[in-house]
Nanobody, 119 residues
């Protein structure tokens, strides 16, 4: 059971990128994107339930959109109007199987993918 993230890169301020994160091996419940900028703590960027309810950090509201395709067991983060302060390593996170038929809250992490926004 693992999460595989992709889609990072270098973009100019004002540009757009889309991140993907695919869960393999099992179905996941709630899923999230976190980010960690240099010298800062990891912060929650966006979250989505299996039913599609979403919430966002204030800093990205109106610019980022989290979505999911349950058939593909994949979540996405569409990032528009990117700013230099969005530069960070982005991580996907999910509530995956706990081995007892339930879910382990925030128990699974994908590898980070670096987003660099140049000014």
């Amino acid at each position: 059971v693992q999460l595989q993230a992709s889609g990072g890169g270098l973009v100019q301020a004002g540009g757009s990128l889309r991140l993907s994160c695919t869960a393999s091996g099992s179905l996941f419940s709630n899923m999230r994107w976190y980010r960690q900028a240099p010298g800062k703590q990891r912060e929650l960027v966006a979250a989505i339930t299996r039913g599609g309810s979403t919430n966002y950090a204030d800093s990205v509201k109106g610019r980022f959109t989290i979505s999911r395709d349950n058939a593909k067991n994949t979540i996405y983060l569409q990032m528009n109007s990117l700013k230099p302060e969005d530069t960070a390593v982005y991580y996907c996170n999910g509530d995956g199987p706990n081995g007892y038929g339930g879910y382990r809250p925030e128990g699974y992490w994908g590898q980070g993918t670096l987003i660099t926004v140049s000014s």
